[in-house]
């Protein structure tokens, strides 16, 4: 998934750089820093809770990797992330190891073919980003005048 983010007054910004680089890398770097962490809190508030099997795994899961200064990922470690996000179709179920599919704690015999209906998107992470873009703008845009301020442009 891509997000694209516009940020205002960049090209003042990207003037200053070739001014002075150590500033504005120091400057975007705090920025980039600060608008991960926002999504990444967006994002935990907005992952679903399965509350009937203990829940909270999705959200333990979601982190953000500082990759370079100027970049920052952020990532849900759930193996099913993609298809909370996403959703999937209706698909066939069928056992591993065993003959059948049982829920043996519940006392559940499935069968030894299950047709699931497919899960519904749950967009969460799409959902953080929207909230976030206007913080991560600010963040950026103080960035950018911390920059003019120090260089005096």
Same mark, same amino acid.
């Given at each position: 998934?891509?997000?694209? !983010?516009?940020?205002?007054? $960049?090209?003042?910004?990207? &003037? +200053?750089? *070739?001014? =002075? /680089?150590?500033?504005?890398?120091?400057?975007?770097?705090?920025? !980039?820093?600060?608008?991960? $962490?926002?999504?990444?809190? &967006? +994002?935990? *508030?907005? =992952? /679903?809770?399965?509350?009937?099997?203990?829940?909270?795994?999705?959200?333990?899961?979601?982190?953000?990797?500082?990759?370079?200064?100027?970049?920052?990922?952020?990532?849900?470690?759930?193996?099913?992330?993609?298809?909370?996000?996403?959703?999937?179709?209706?698909?066939?179920?069928?056992?591993?190891?065993?003959?059948?599919?049982?829920?043996?704690?519940?006392?559940?015999?499935?069968?030894?073919?299950?047709?699931?209906?497919?899960?519904?998107?749950?967009?969460?992470?799409?959902?953080?980003?929207?909230?976030?873009?206007?913080?991560?703008?600010?963040?950026?845009?103080?960035?950018?005048?911390?920059?003019?301020?120090?260089?005096?442009?």
């Amino acid at each position: 998934m891509n997000v694209k !983010v516009e940020i205002p007054g $960049l090209d003042k910004l990207l &003037a +200053a750089v *070739k001014k =002075a /680089p150590a500033v504005t890398l120091a400057e975007v770097s705090k920025a !980039v820093q600060k608008s991960a $962490l926002t999504v990444q809190s &967006a +994002a935990i *508030k907005e =992952a /679903p809770v399965n509350k009937g099997h203990g829940g909270g795994n999705l959200r333990q899961n979601i982190k953000v990797t500082q990759m370079t200064k100027t970049r920052a990922v952020i990532t849900s470690r759930a193996p099913y992330s993609i298809f909370v996000e996403e959703g999937t179709r209706p698909h066939l179920i069928r056992p591993k190891v065993k003959k059948a599919l049982a829920d043996r704690r519940n006392k559940l015999f499935f069968g030894k073919l299950v047709h699931h209906p497919g899960t519904k998107a749950n967009p969460y992470m799409q959902r953080a980003m929207k909230q976030s873009q206007g913080k991560v703008t600010e963040f950026f845009k103080l960035a950018m005048v911390n920059v003019i301020k120090t260089l005096k442009i």
